[in-house]
């Protein structure tokens, strides 16, 4: 077993809005009203039932915000309401941002999507020679490089946004090039690099001068230590034995361009105009026609093992990537989504651009599947003649999930040979493991128990498992458990730490 530990998936919005959340424009308001009419009442008893804390969500329609709310609070146990101005994590949302500002440099001729991705990073290096020359700006904005998700690159550690980029060189290859879809934060932050590189501006700079600003965003935030110091900021959330708990917000700037951004609804709305408007601001295009339809255009399939379970309530007969978006078909529409998960937060932004609709949602609890019920629900009060309760239908369907996948790691953990006893005295597994790719890890005899360092931010007690393997038990108790090994040499000293998932550390002499 691999531990339980959530897998993290960066895997993916007007100041006029009345503070209290809820205000229609008056040239819409009444079209809007017989599409959402309830949706009101709706949207608050979803919140209630999937025990979200806080929860804002707008509605975009034919370029006019029909509907902006705010439900819950900021922080639970406190009176801190959520409004449309709060500030929530964009978590993998901000991808679109990054592919929209690498598409913002090829209109102007300045980078090639099909070029090879040392046109423009010169040391860039992966394990497979032949991928390193291959590998093209697309297939970073595709999740199509054949590598497997490495988020313990950046989860937690200090690593630097270069540093991560630099140790990719030792990422073995799952599949070949682009023969299977993995989501990939790091290549994305590589993509971000490019922008960088390019332009001869901080990526964050760039996004800012180039996007947020023709936009009109002031509430949106590249880094976390910006948007940390507003008062309208919600805290993030986890369910820890089955009580919701504020945790630590973690921040993600070393790669940033694949999820570190903070926005609100408020803001986000003007982002869901823009793209509607095909890339057009108050009638002037931002963005060439040809380049702004590319992030659109599916670019990669994407099988059941890389799409979300809704499907199997919602039943597309196609599952794509474009270019920081997810494609499908939804009642014969084309639909363009992103979700945004990160620890304690989520996000999502989904769009039916042939009928002009939108809608942004941001909650600040880990992975609360509202978001998908929320946004079929809008899709459907605008298509008509759907009868769904989305969100009954998929709370069931994910509490289902979660049983299952409860099953599992019990099944696992019945697995444990008891009676045994470590080969060794515990102080001699103490010492110094490390790795090219993974770093340095600490493991320490701290009264009369081991311990380990897996990164500066995340320490975890050891308890004995059986033979030589140890239950890591993360002193951040939200991030759960790990099962990890010690290998022994020939000689009966400790040679290696596994840590699962194929990282192996060698102990240092």
């Known amino acids: 077993m691999a531990g339980t530990r959530t897998r993290r998936r960066l895997l993916p919005t007007p100041r006029w809005l009345a503070a209290s959340g809820f205000l229609l424009c008056a040239a819409t308001a009444l079209g809007a009203q017989a599409p959402l009419a309830g949706f009101d009442a709706y949207v608050r008893k979803a919140v209630k039932d999937w025990g979200v804390p806080g929860l804002a969500i707008a509605v975009v329609k034919d370029d006019s915000v029909v509907f902006a709310k705010g439900y819950g609070v900021r922080t639970a146990g406190t009176t801190d309401r959520v409004d449309t101005h709060t500030l929530f994590a964009n978590a993998s949302t901000t991808k679109a941002f990054t592919a929209l500002a690498v598409e913002l ?4 001729g300045k980078v090639r999507l099909d070029a090879p991705v040392t046109s ?7 394990y497979d020679p032949y991928v390193t020359r291959e590998l093209t700006v697309r297939d970073l904005l595709t999740h199509r490089s054949g590598l497997p998700e490495a988020d313990f690159l950046w989860y937690g550690t200090t690593n630097s946004l270069s540093e991560i980029i630099r140790r990719l060189r030792y990422v073995k290859p799952e599949t070949s090039l682009r023969a299977h879809f993995t989501y990939e934060n790091d290549t994305y932050a590589a993509a971000g690099l490019i922008v960088q590189q390019v332009s001869g501006l901080p990526w964050e700079t760039f996004y800012r001068e180039r996007i947020l600003e023709p936009l009109g965003m002031r509430e949106t935030y590249t880094n976390t230590a910006a948007a940390a110091a507003q008062a309208d900021i919600a805290s993030p959330h986890f369910r820890v034995d089955d009580t919701v708990r504020v945790i630590p917000r973690l921040a993600v700037d070393n790669i940033g361009p694949a999820g570190a951004m903070y926005s609100s609804v408020s803001d986000m ?3 869901v105009r823009f793209l509607l408007d095909s890339g057009r601001v108050n009638g002037k295009r931002l963005i060439g026609a040809p380049a702004f339809s590319e992030l659109f255009r599916p670019q990669m399939l994407v099988g059941d093992d890389g799409f979300y379970p809704t499907s199997t309530l919602t039943h597309p007969h196609f599952t794509a990537y474009g270019l920081g978006w997810f494609l499908e078909d939804y009642r014969g529409e084309y639909v363009v989504f992103h979700t945004g998960s990160i620890d304690g937060f989520v996000a999502l932004v989904g769009m039916i651009p042939d009928r002009h609709l939108g809608v ?8 609360t599947e509202v978001r998908h019920a929320l946004m079929y629900t809008v899709f459907d009060r605008y298509l008509g003649g759907a009868t769904h309760d989305w969100s009954a239908e998929m709370r069931s369907m ?4 979660e049983t299952h996948q409860r099953a599992k790691e019990q099944a ?16 001699r597994y103490a010492g110094t493991y490390a790795d090219s790719l993974y770093g340095t890890v600490i493991v320490r005899l701290e009264r009369g128990a081991l311990m380990i360092d897996a990164t500066p931010s995340m320490p975890a007690d050891l308890e004995h498992w059986n033979y030589d393997t140890f239950m890591a038990h993360y002193r951040t108790r939200y991030l759960g458990t790990q099962l990890m090994t010690f290998r022994l040499a020939p000689n009966g000293t400790v040679a290696a730490l596994d840590l699962g998932g194929g990282v192996v550390l060698r102990k240092a002499p």
């Open 412 to 427: 696992a953990l019945a697995a444990r040979v008891l009676g045994t006893s470590p080969s060794l005295a515990l102080e």
């Open 269 to 271: 709305a003007k982002w």
């Open 120 to 126: 423009y990073l010169p040391d860039f290096q992966l």
């Open 398 to 401: 994910y509490r289902d999930l």
């Open 360 to 367: 942004v949602i941001f909650a600040n609890i880990d992975h």
């Open 105 to 108: 440099l090829a209109d102007s």
